[in-house]
């Protein structure tokens, strides 16, 4: 990359480069420090604890004299954190068993069966998860307290076809076309809820033998959506059969024929609603959300001395349209002698045509946005992943500033290769933690110093 001077005449103004790699360095402190702040073990530590024999989860209460057993189920990318700290809450309490499904065993508990879950698309190994956890789940009875602990992308790494016609081979290009369907992460949960053994609900209809259930939750979806984390295995479902015949007529490539004819027939069963008795014993308490990320975002953007705001009104919006309302928003923050932070989490679509290169959302919509910025004033923009990846590259995002566009090489070719990640190893500004154990969707910091 060619050494950059002091300063740089660019097409709109004079950009300090001092400033803007000032600014570039606190983007990235506020996401490091951010992901510190929302570590799982130290919220899970804050609202699961034992309290004179009671089992405190927020503000539910289990007595331990009502238990001889529990199950500990841990699904997703957060399962093994997860799992090992609820093991070494139980042990030495209660006496238990279970299962830890996630991409990699990084030190579950030796108590519990760990299983690789299979990811984006479900295999016969997710099958294998399900009939195990139903399996648990069925075992379970009035003196059992079952824990189940849910993180993003469980949806594949477990999963059962509602019907014996249906085959894994279709549930998984069931699972592969919705990914290109363009709908959203609540709408495709939808559809699959409704043709899988184990989603909606299902797996706390399993275990309703008089059992209470406790379900712990890292949310990677939208605010106030806990039924759409992992496809809600344990959660009441807010969707309904006949929303998903709508969400069906906008798809535009075929169902496989097992799931179409499933979908056709009279005969399908929707899935429990809150008012099913498998319910009656059963609670769940959202452990961390994106919100947590803003939260702490924003009060350390204000410990470095910038005005703070939180604006999440583009999730799930396509990259360019979320990149121009950010800066916009941004542009209408600014004054003179303040330094401005705009935090915003959720996710960003990036539709892939054609073969792609390396990166993911993140290092797409930081290059799009270093062509919106570039030669402004001085203006960093970092956008980035809470588990530590960004699609197909070991990066977990970037942090682009208003000479990022002037020194990538072929940042144009760049976005329509889907080849950012090249361009910001190559310029230094990939952002690489390694996978966090925490899943709670992505993180945008929009930095202005006027």
């Known amino acids: 990359m060619p050494e950059r001077s002091q300063t740089v005449a660019c097409r709109k103004s004079i950009v300090d480069t001092r400033t803007v790699a000032t600014l570039k360095e606190h983007a990235k402190q506020i996401y490091l420090r951010t992901l510190e702040a929302a570590r799982l073990d130290t919220h ?21 004299e009502l238990y001889r057993r529990a199950v500990i189920i841990a699904l997703g990318k957060a399962a093994v954190p997860m799992a090992v700290y609820s093991a070494d809450l139980l042990r030495g ?46 075992e379970a009875d009035g003196e059992t307290l079952v824990l189940w602990l849910i993180s993003g992308g469980a949806s594949a790494m477990m999963e059962m076809p509602l019907v014996p016609e249906i085959s894994m081979d279709e549930m998984a290009a069931f699972h592969r076309m919705l990914v290109h369907s363009g709908l959203n992460i609540a709408e495709m949960n939808a559809l699959r809820k409704h043709v899988s053994a184990v989603k909606g609900g299902r797996l706390a209809v399993a275990a309703a033998n008089a059992a209470t259930q406790v379900t712990l939750l890292v949310s990677d979806v939208p605010e106030g959506r806990p039924d759409v984390i992992a496809s809600g295995p344990t959660i009441p479902d807010g969707s309904t059969i006949t929303y998903c015949r709508v969400l069906l007529s906008r798809l535009k490539e075929p169902l496989p024929p097992a799931i ?4 056709a027939g009279l005969e399908l069963p929707e899935t429990p609603k809150r008012n099913d008795p498998a319910f009656a014993r059963a609670f769940y ?53 303040k330094r401005i932070a705009l935090i915003s989490a959720g996710e960003v679509a990036v539709p892939v045509t054609g073969p792609a290169g390396n990166g993911g959302r993140n290092q797409h919509f930081a290059l799009y946005a270093a062509q919106l910025i570039d030669g402004m004033a001085n203006t960093a923009v970092l956008s980035a992943g809470s588990d530590g990846l960004d699609g197909n590259s070991l990066a977990a995002g970037a942090v682009a500033d208003t000479a990022t566009w002037e020194y990538a090489k072929d940042p144009a070719g760049a976005l329509e290769r889907f080849d950012s990640g090249t361009v910001f190893s190559l310029l230094g500004d990939a952002i690489f933690t390694g996978p966090t154990g925490n899943n709670l969707r992505d993180l945008r910091i929009l930095l202005a110093d006027d």
């Open 44 to 64: 899970l530590a804050e609202q699961v604890r034992w309290a004179d024999g009671i089992l405190q989860v927020g503000e539910h209460s289990f007595p331990l």
């Open 93 to 138: 309490y209660l006496p238990f068993t279970g299962l830890v499904l996630a991409p990699e065993n990084s030190g579950a508990p030796a108590e519990l069966t760990f299983l690789r879950g299979s990811h984006p698309f479900p295999d016969e190994s997710s099958r294998r998860a399900a009939e195990l956890a139903l399996e648990l789940a069925r």
């Open 260 to 263: 179409a004819e499933l979908f």
């Open 285 to 337: 308490l959202e452990v961390l959300s994106s919100s947590t990320l803003c939260t702490e975002a924003a009060a350390i953007a204000r410990d470095l001395g910038f005005e703070a705001v939180v604006d999440n009104g583009c999730d799930e919006w396509p990259y360019d349209k979320a990149a121009v309302y950010l800066l916009y928003k941004l542009a209408r923050l600014r004054q003179p002698g």
